[in-house]
């Protein structure tokens, strides 16, 4: 395969998915949130969490904070960030009033906490963010690249203004949030953007980096050709 420099994430809130990939060195990290967790059927979030923090102890993790009030998000924060050494407290770019969540991302990141702030999507706010975060405590700024590319927009070029915007912040790693497909990752690898995030569906695509096209082509030919079979289609 491909060497790549960039950091692999697996994002999702599947238990058995989570610890199955953890076996895979090539996941350097893990990243979830309140959707996630809905969709796998989560029912207790902080039962959750620290149940999964049993397991995936040496490797970062993001937990997001689900309050609206900046008090009520700070107290989360606080909390989440006590669950573990490797914790990343996800806290979005704004509440659900659009107001801006940077006064409270300069406060916890001064006093040390790790952040993935998140549900970013464009370059002002990566400017705000970067403004916001302590220079010496590590955090990491998820740009959704994926919804942006979803709006007709390259991401590309918007990543890579990201990457620049940053530099001011040596401890903070951009990561490419959403993506739709395996290329995404090269893509992400080739601007020299630090983290990916995937979902296990696309993760799965992995095995076929440098796969032969030619022998890709005649499975996707037999997988035609047995599917109409199996389905008894016939021409008359």
Known sequence: MTTLKIKIFADGANKEDMLSLHKNDQIQGFTT?????????????????KDILTHINDRPISFEVFADDFDEMKKQAGIINSWAENVYVKIPVTN??????????????????????TAIMTEDQVSAVSDALDVVTPAVVSVFAGRIADTGVDPIPVMSNCLEILKERPKAELLWASPRELLNVFQADQIGCHIITATPD?????TLVSKDLTQYSLE??????????AAGYSIK
Do not use: H, R, W
Request: contains cysteine.
């Open 96 to 117: 659900t009033k659009s107001e801006s969540s940077c006064p409270l991302i300069k406060e916890l990141s001064s006093q040390g906490i790790k952040l993935n702030v």
């Open 220 to 229: 996707t030919v037999k997988m035609f050709f047995d599917d109409a079979s």
């Open 202 to 206: 696309v993760l799965k695509k992995l």
């Open 33 to 49: 949130n309140p959707t996630l967790m809905k969709q796998a059927g989560i029912t207790d979030y902080e039962d959750f969490a």
